[in-house]
Structure formats: structure tokens, C-alpha cells
């Protein structure tokens, strides 16, 4: 089955670790993204990534990183310096870009808590 | 500012009631998206659409380009309908998001 998975579904850190979300996706999909969701917003942009090896800072990339050297993977670090990072965090992908023309996938998200 | 406003924030109704979610955007688009969260938090798309209406089953979506105006409609609604739904509008690679509507359909 073609999809989008992400792990784990929970995640708990100490403040100052730094943590990584893992997305993986078998659409063949170019464009994947990373979404932060808090209670009563919007998803807001993290990073996203068009290419293998390229990607660009979204509207709120402070405190996280990101890396595309696979098309199938676009990991999320949420580091130390992320002052709030206690959120449901969503990875999409699409055959192009989404804002564009294309539908957009979304992954079953990871729920970050700081201890 | 929120670019995607949506109306209501919470809506509660009962079973086989007509259902209108609106949405209204400040700036021109490609794409105008229409998804659903479910209570568990994964979400999925439901329409995108640029023009006109699309139908899938008890769900319609509509736009007006004119009036930045787009509406999700649900017929015969049912409590399994019971979500988040959400409106997107295409920007530049990727989407801005409304805050959604949360929709209890009541048996």
C-alpha cells in the first residue's frame, strides 16, 4: 500500500535534547513538507523540500532542521534551540508543489511532548 | 492575520442535518483545498479545486474566484462526519491554513 508513515506516533524529550521525526513516504512524491499543528492554529510551514538535496525554510523553521538525501525520506530534528517545541507535527508529500495544482498527503502525525 | 478564515469555529448538529462550512481568503489563488482531521489527528484532502463545484458523495464543495469565497457542504450528515475540517489556499509551493471547523454530528 502506497502511503506516507511517520514515527514514532508519541515522543516524549527532556528540554535540551535535540529529537528527530522520522517520515517516509512510497508515492514517489518530489515535494514532501513538515507542519506543526498547536491547539486552536493552523498547520504552519516548517521546512519543505522539492528535490533530493534541497529544501527551504518555511514560516516558522527556528529551532528545527531538516535533511533530503533520500526522495522517500524528509527527517525533522527539533532541537534544543526550539523554545516551544511541545506539538502534533505532520509530514505531507506531493507530486509537485502543493500550493500549485497538486493534492496534498499527509502522514498519521507524532505528538512531541517536553518533559 | 490569518489569511483563511473560516466559519464557524465549532458546529454541532444532528444526524441528517444539511451541513455549511465557509471559507473566505484575502489574496488570488491557484487552489483552493478542502481536508478533513479526524479525531485521532491524521488528516486527509477532500477537494482541491480552482473553479466552479465538485461533489463526492454527501460532500460538495464550491468556490467563488470573485468573492474569495469557497463553502464545504455536507448532505445527510451522519455522527461518522464528526471531524476537523480545514481550508487551504495554494501559496507559492504550498498551503496556508484556516484553523478549521470542528463539526459534531449528534445521533
Known amino acids: 500500500d502506497g502511503g506516507i508513515t511517520q514515527s514514532p506516533k508519541y515522543l516524549f524529550r527532556k528540554e535540551g535534547q535535540n529529537v528527530t521525526l522520522s517520515c517516509e513516504q512510497n508515492l514517489n512524491h518530489d515535494a514532501m513538507y513538515w507542519y506543526r499543528q498547536d491547539p486552536g492554529q493552523g498547520l504552519r510551514l516548517i521546512y519543505y523540500s522539492q528535490i533530493v538535496n534541497d529544501f527551504q525554510k518555511g514560516d516558522i523553521a527556528e529551532g528545527y532542521s531538516v535533511s533530503r538525501e533520500k526522495k522517500e525520506s524528509f527527517p525533522l530534528t527539533v532541537t534544543s534551540a526550539q523554545k516551544n517545541p511541545t506539538a502534533f507535527y505532520l509530514c505531507?508529500?506531493?507530486?509537485?508543489?502543493?500550493?500549485?495544482?497538486?493534492?496534498?498527503?499527509f502522514g498519521p502525525g507524532t505528538r512531541l511532548t517536553v518533559l | 492575520k490569518n489569511e483563511v478564515e473560516q466559519s464557524p469555529q465549532n458546529l454541532t448538529a444532528q444526524e441528517g442535518e444539511f451541513i455549511t462550512i465557509n471559507c473566505s481568503y484575502s489574496?488570488?489563488?491557484?487552489?483552493l483545498h478542502w481536508l478533513q482531521q479526524h479525531p485521532g489527528g491524521g488528516i486527509v484532502s477532500l477537494f482541491m479545486?480552482?473553479?466552479g463545484k465538485k461533489k463526492h458523495g454527501r460532500l460538495i464543495a464550491t468556490i467563488n474566484i470573485q468573492e474569495k469565497h469557497s463553502s464545504l457542504h455536507i448532505t445527510a450528515s451522519h455522527p461518522r462526519d464528526s471531524a476537523v475540517y480545514i481550508c487551504?489556499?495554494?501559496?507559492?509551493?504550498?498551503?496556508?491554513f484556516g484553523k478549521g471547523t470542528k463539526l459534531s454530528v449528534k445521533p
Open positions: 487551504a489556499r495554494g501559496s507559492q509551493g504550498n498551503l496556508i
Open positions: 505531507a508529500s506531493s507530486t509537485g508543489l502543493a500550493g500549485v495544482n497538486d493534492e496534498q498527503f
Open positions: 479545486l480552482s473553479s
Open positions: 489574496v488570488g489563488i491557484s487552489a
